[in-house]
C-alpha cells in the first residue's frame, strides 16, 4: 500500500520532469538552488535532482515576476521552493471539501463601535507560539489549539500548549480525517462531548494518523461552548476579534499563496465558495494600512514560513472564502 502510493507520486514527479524539460536553468538560480538546499538540508537522487532544480527555478521565476509587480504583498523562498503546487496540495491541504457550512451561526452580532485594530499578540500573553503540522493535513487541529489555548489564556492567564495529535487520532466521529482534513468547529464540538484534550506533553504531535490514546486524567483544557460565525459574515469575525478570541477560520489555499513571505495577502484566483476552502488557520487581530484592511493571521507552516509564521490577508471581501466558516471555544475554566 505504501509502496503503491510511493510510486504513484514517483510517477507524478517524473512525468512533470518531462513537462518542465524546456526550462533552461541559469547558473545564478542553479547556484541559488544549491544554497537553498543547504538551508533546507535537502539531499537528492540524481535523477530527482534535476527535476527539483527546474521547479526551484520556475518558482524562482515566479518570485522574482511578481515582486516586480505592484502587488500589496511580496513572495519569497521557503520550505515549499522546490515542489510544484499540486505535490503541495496532496501533502498539506485537504484533498476533499470538508462539511464547512455554518449557514446560520449562533454567534449574535452587536452595533456597538469597534476599535480600528487590534492584535491579541500585544495584549499580552494571549497568542501561543507558531508550530508546524509537517506533511499532514491538520491544519485545522492547529487552528483549533490556537483558538482554545488563547481562549483559556484570556479567561485564566494561564498559556498552555494543547495536542492536536489527540485530535487527529481522536476525533473522527465528528466528521474530522486526521491528516485528511476537519473543521475547528467540529474540533472543539469534539473537545466539548469528550469532555477534555490533553497536552503536548503527555500526547506529542507525531504528524500521521494513529489510534486514539486519549486519558481522560490528563486532559488539561475543557470546552463549554462553540461559537459559530454565520455564514460569509465577516463583520462578525471581526467584532469576535475585537472583543473576545481569536478566531479560525478556512480558506482556500491557491497556487500564489504558497510562496508568500510579507504583506497583505490578496488574489484573484481563489474562490468564495464554503465548498473551496482547503486550509484552517487562526485570526489573532486585524488592522489597515493604506487604506486595505486586513487580517492578521497565524499559519501552522512553521516560523521560516511567510512572516515569521504569519500571514496579513485582505479583510471585508471574505477574500478565498476566509468568512465561511468560522467559529471559536468558549473555555470551561
Ligand atoms: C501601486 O499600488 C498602490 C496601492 O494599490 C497604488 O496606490 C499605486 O498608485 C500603485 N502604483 C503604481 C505605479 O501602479
Ligand atoms: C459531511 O457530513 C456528512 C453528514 O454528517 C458526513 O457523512 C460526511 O462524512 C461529512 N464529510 C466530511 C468531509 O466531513
Ligand atoms: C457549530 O458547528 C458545529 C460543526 O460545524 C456543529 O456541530 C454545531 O452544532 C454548531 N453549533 C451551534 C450552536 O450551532
Given at each position: 500500500m505504501?509502496?503503491?502510493?510511493?510510486?504513484?507520486?514517483?510517477g507524478a514527479w517524473l512525468l512533470s520532469a518531462r513537462a518542465t524539460?524546456?526550462?533552461?536553468?541559469?547558473?545564478?538560480?542553479?547556484?541559488?538552488?544549491?544554497?537553498?538546499?543547504?538551508?533546507?538540508?535537502?539531499?537528492?537522487?540524481?535523477?530527482e535532482y534535476n527535476y527539483r532544480l527546474k521547479t526551484f527555478a520556475n518558482n524562482w521565476r515566479k518570485i522574482h515576476a511578481h515582486n516586480q509587480r505592484n502587488h500589496t504583498f511580496k513572495m519569497g523562498l521557503n520550505q515549499f521552493s522546490d515542489m510544484t503546487f499540486a505535490e503541495i496540495k496532496r501533502k498539506y491541504l485537504w484533498s476533499e471539501p470538508q462539511n464547512c457550512s455554518a449557514t446560520k451561526g449562533n454567534y449574535l452580532r452587536g452595533t456597538g463601535p469597534l476599535p480600528p485594530s487590534m492584535d491579541w499578540r500585544k495584549k499580552g500573553n494571549f497568542v501561543s507560539a507558531v508550530k508546524n503540522q509537517g506533511s499532514c493535513g491538520s491544519c485545522w487541529t492547529f487552528s483549533t489549539t490556537g483558538a482554545l489555548e488563547s481562549a483559556v489564556a484570556i479567561a485564566s492567564g494561564k498559556m498552555l500548549s494543547l495536542a492536536e495529535q489527540q485530535l487527529v487520532d481522536c476525533a473522527q466521529n465528528f466528521n474530522n480525517h486526521g491528516c485528511e482534513g476537519g473543521l475547528p468547529s467540529q474540533a472543539f464540538e469534539y473537545i466539548l462531548y469528550n469532555k477534555g484534550i490533553m497536552g503536548e506533553d503527555t500526547y506529542p504531535y507525531r504528524g500521521k494518523d494513529g489510534h486514539c490514546k486519549f486519558d481522560p486524567q490528563k486532559a488539561i483544557a475543557f470546552v463549554k461552548d462553540v461559537a459559530n460565525i454565520t455564514l460569509n459574515d465577516e463583520k462578525a469575525m471581526v467584532e469576535a476579534v475585537a472583543l473576545y478570541n481569536p478566531v479560525s477560520f478556512a480558506f482556500e489555499v491557491t497556487d500564489d499563496f504558497m510562496?508568500?513571505?510579507?504583506?497583505?495577502?490578496?488574489?484573484?484566483?481563489?474562490?468564495?465558495?464554503?465548498?473551496?476552502?482547503?486550509?484552517?488557520?487562526?485570526?489573532?487581530?486585524?488592522?489597515?494600512?493604506d487604506g486595505i484592511p486586513y487580517w492578521i493571521v497565524k499559519n501552522s507552516w512553521g516560523t521560516n514560513w511567510g512572516?515569521?509564521?504569519?500571514?496579513?490577508?485582505?479583510?471585508?471581501?471574505?477574500?478565498?472564502?476566509?468568512a465561511a466558516c468560522a467559529s471559536y471555544p468558549i473555555p470551561q475554566v
Amino acid at each position: 500500500m505504501w509502496a503503491a502510493l510511493w510510486l504513484l507520486c514517483a510517477g507524478a514527479w517524473l512525468l512533470s520532469a518531462r513537462a518542465t524539460t524546456e526550462l533552461t536553468v541559469n547558473a545564478i538560480e542553479k547556484f541559488h538552488f544549491k544554497s537553498w538546499m543547504t538551508q533546507h538540508q535537502k539531499t537528492y537522487s540524481s535523477v530527482e535532482y534535476n527535476y527539483r532544480l527546474k521547479t526551484f527555478a520556475n518558482n524562482w521565476r515566479k518570485i522574482h515576476a511578481h515582486n516586480q509587480r505592484n502587488h500589496t504583498f511580496k513572495m519569497g523562498l521557503n520550505q515549499f521552493s522546490d515542489m510544484t503546487f499540486a505535490e503541495i496540495k496532496r501533502k498539506y491541504l485537504w484533498s476533499e471539501p470538508q462539511n464547512c457550512s455554518a449557514t446560520k451561526g449562533n454567534y449574535l452580532r452587536g452595533t456597538g463601535p469597534l476599535p480600528p485594530s487590534m492584535d491579541w499578540r500585544k495584549k499580552g500573553n494571549f497568542v501561543s507560539a507558531v508550530k508546524n503540522q509537517g506533511s499532514c493535513g491538520s491544519c485545522w487541529t492547529f487552528s483549533t489549539t490556537g483558538a482554545l489555548e488563547s481562549a483559556v489564556a484570556i479567561a485564566s492567564g494561564k498559556m498552555l500548549s494543547l495536542a492536536e495529535q489527540q485530535l487527529v487520532d481522536c476525533a473522527q466521529n465528528f466528521n474530522n480525517h486526521g491528516c485528511e482534513g476537519g473543521l475547528p468547529s467540529q474540533a472543539f464540538e469534539y473537545i466539548l462531548y469528550n469532555k477534555g484534550i490533553m497536552g503536548e506533553d503527555t500526547y506529542p504531535y507525531r504528524g500521521k494518523d494513529g489510534h486514539c490514546k486519549f486519558d481522560p486524567q490528563k486532559a488539561i483544557a475543557f470546552v463549554k461552548d462553540v461559537a459559530n460565525i454565520t455564514l460569509n459574515d465577516e463583520k462578525a469575525m471581526v467584532e469576535a476579534v475585537a472583543l473576545y478570541n481569536p478566531v479560525s477560520f478556512a480558506f482556500e489555499v491557491t497556487d500564489d499563496f504558497m510562496l508568500y513571505q510579507k504583506g497583505i495577502y490578496s488574489s484573484t484566483s481563489c474562490h468564495k465558495t464554503p465548498d473551496k476552502v482547503n486550509h484552517a488557520v487562526l485570526a489573532v487581530g486585524y488592522g489597515e494600512k493604506d487604506g486595505i484592511p486586513y487580517w492578521i493571521v497565524k499559519n501552522s507552516w512553521g516560523t521560516n514560513w511567510g512572516d515569521k509564521g504569519y500571514f496579513l490577508i485582505e479583510r471585508g471581501k471574505n477574500m478565498c472564502g476566509l468568512a465561511a466558516c468560522a467559529s471559536y471555544p468558549i473555555p470551561q475554566v
